[in-house]
């Protein structure tokens, strides 16, 4: 079992950064892939990034290539999300989920943490 809690959402105007963490609890957290993934109010989950477990393989979606940053610390158990140059079109329900490969399928979620970038 993994246990996975988001934090780091907030308002900042476009052009402006964030970072999320995702914490998680579980022995095995390690050896799991981790992923984030949005949801726009009126659109479907989406993905944004993942990395493996052993930090070798990362994937992101073309809509954030070049300005997100995917990257985990398995001493601290997390995994983090560094978003730059914020558009408004990335305001959604950021998630992070656990799974056993990059490309899925995703066992574990967190409940989600708001960002909103303003115009």
């Known amino acids: 079992q993994v246990q996975l809690v988001e934090s780091g959402g907030g308002l900042v105007q476009a052009g402006g950064s964030l970072r999320l963490s995702c914490a998680a609890s579980?022995?095995?957290?390690?050896?799991?892939?981790m992923g984030w993934f949005r949801q726009a109010p009126g659109k479907e989950r989406e993905f944004v990034a993942a990395?493996?477990?052993?930090?070798?393989?990362?994937n992101y979606a073309d809509a954030v290539k070049g300005r997100f940053t995917i990257s985990r610390d398995s001493a601290k158990n997390t995994v983090y999300l560094q978003m730059n140059s914020l558009k408004p079109e990335d305001t959604a329900v950021y998630y992070c989920?656990?799974?056993?490969?990059?490309?899925?399928?995703?066992?574990?979620w967190g409940q989600g943490t708001q960002v909103t970038v303003s115009s």
């Open positions: 989920a656990a799974g056993e490969r990059t490309l899925g399928p995703w066992d574990y």
């Open positions: 579980g022995r095995t957290f390690s050896r799991y892939a």
């Open positions: 990395i493996s477990w052993t930090r070798i393989t990362t």
